[in-house]
């Protein structure tokens, strides 16, 4: 069974295929880079991506980004 992702979880998805940085990450959602770090270290686990690129294949694979 897939872990859902949360709101915050999707946020930080969306501006990654956004292609912001950790830092503009953090600075957009008003948290720090290390919070974006853990984010982004569930989102690989929950989507099972080794990487950002697949972090952006499965966003616009799933509807959560569109190019």
């Keep these: ?14 501006l990654i295929c956004r292609q912001y940085s950790t830092r503009e990450i953090g600075e957009k959602m008003g948290i720090s880079h290390r919070t974006v770090e853990g984010c982004r270290e ?6 099972r991506a080794k990487n950002m690129v697949g972090i952006a294949i499965y966003a616009i694979k799933n509807g959560i980004h569109k190019v």
């Design 1 to 14: 069974m897939k872990t859902p992702l949360r709101p915050k979880e999707i946020q930080i998805i969306k």
């Design 42 to 47: 569930r989102i690989l686990e929950k989507t």
